[in-house]
């Protein structure tokens, strides 16, 4: 079997793997009489967790030879934790069983970048990022109108079952990746196909655009993170929709469905061009989505909000390994590079859950939406001021 089309079939399989039960879990939790305070709360946890994890684990990735491992592990701890909640949705239980799901959600990104730049090299690593991409959210489209329907006629069981099922079929899918096609110099960013000479951690983080990058990420995420879960909590409590789960599906699917086309165009302008005009689209769509669902408390907000969700993540999702790739290429840190990114990028997402919740319990949903826009605003104006489009990056490497 081809080996690209093998790497499509594990990106659609694990993306909403990796994602463990996402804003499926708030509207689960919310049913079983959790406050939304405590569900950002339990998010939260997860969230940390995944923060201080992901770091650890891409050096971790840039260091074993066998990747494949990491995702087969990841994907079986993400589908124990999913029966976890299910069986017994209690605070400790459910907490515990994020911080499960974190660990297997901060090994899966890099461990498929690694395997894909470790395949088709740095050369065609954006084309195959932009492919991945698209079948990633082909898969999370996939998943999310299987939830709803099946939601729809078996409630919210039939999620979880889905979820650990995909979690089975993506370590099958993984063990028909041969394990020789995977260079191991190439997966960890090496300027060649055989040196395994890497740079100094602490020369790669004092790079200001990697700096930068981390910020801007982070402040991303902030603001982005909560926007979804508290979308469908906020119409949840004031009573304007009758299907939670159902409601819940559709906000994927509209916003899988836009990353798709949003992911590819990313991918072939960037090729040409560079990241640094993608990252500024897929920042500048966050606070208008904000806006637009804080203003306007109606169901039907969901279709614009999400359609400009699907864009901005299409970008970001593009942009982020992407850009990582061209500032870390021949530092042999590849992994550990992105992971550090990601470490950053969680940490915005876990914070966002939790300072949304409590702005949502004590000032209102609307009032939420209107902070996490103030947050994105201010990582547009950090990438646009500090981001230094042409200074090189020179690495001092070290056997």
Not at 88 to 117: E, V, Y
Request: glycine fraction near 8%; include cysteine; aromatic fraction near 10%.
């Amino acid at each position: 079997m081809n080996i690209q089309i093998i790497l499509n079939a594990l990106n659609f399989l694990l993306a909403d793997v990796r994602d463990g039960l996402g804003p499926f879990l708030g509207v689960f939790l919310q049913s079983h009489h959790w406050s939304v305070e405590l569900i950002g709360s339990v998010t939260t946890i997860g969230g940390l967790a995944g923060v201080f994890l992901t770091f650890p684990i891409g050096i971790m990735i840039d260091i074993v030879r066998c990747k494949r491992l990491i995702i087969i592990i990841a994907s079986m701890f993400i589908a124990v934790a999913i029966a976890l909640i299910f069986l017994n949705p209690t605070f400790k239980i459910t907490a515990f069983a994020q911080i499960m799901i974190a660990l297997g959600a901060a090994a899966i990104p890099p461990a498929i970048n690694a395997i894909t730049l470790g395949i088709v090299g740095q050369k065609g690593f954006d084309y195959q990022l932009g492919r991945n991409e698209a079948f990633n959210h082909l898969g999370n489209s996939f998943a999310a109108v299987l939830s709803g329907l099946l939601s729809l006629y078996y409630k919210l069981f039939s999620v979880f079952l889905l979820n650990i099922f995909l979690a089975i079929a993506a370590i099958g899918c993984t063990l028909l990746i041969p394990f020789r096609k995977i260079n191991y110099a190439q997966s960890r960013g090496a300027s060649t196909d055989t040196d395994i000479k890497t740079a100094s951690f602490w020369d790669i983080i004092q790079n200001q655009n990697m700096l930068v990058f981390c910020i801007t990420v982070t402040l991303f995420h902030l603001a982005n993170a909560a926007m979804l879960p508290l979308l469908g909590q906020s119409m949840m409590a004031k009573h304007l929709i009758t299907n939670p789960g159902l409601y819940t599906a559709i906000t994927i699917i509209v916003a899988q469905v836009t990353m798709i086309p949003a992911a590819l165009l990313a991918t072939s302008y960037a090729k040409i061009h560079g990241y640094y005009l993608v990252f500024i689209l897929a920042i500048i769509v966050l606070p208008v989505r904000g806006l637009l669902a804080g203003l306007l408390q109606i169901p039907i907000i969901l279709l614009p909000v999400q359609i400009l969700d699907g864009v901005g993540a299409g970008l970001m999702g593009v942009a982020v390994p992407g850009l990582a790739a061209r500032l870390l290429f021949g530092s042999g840190r590849f992994n550990a590079g992105l992971s550090f990114i990601l470490t950053m990028q969680g940490i915005g997402a876990a914070l966002s859950h939790g300072l949304a919740g409590y702005i949502a319990k004590y000032w209102g949903y609307n009032d939420s939406f209107i902070v996490l826009s103030i947050i994105a605003l201010l990582a547009l104006l950090c990438w646009v001021f500090f981001y230094k489009t042409n200074k090189p990056v020179h690495y001092k490497i070290r056997n």
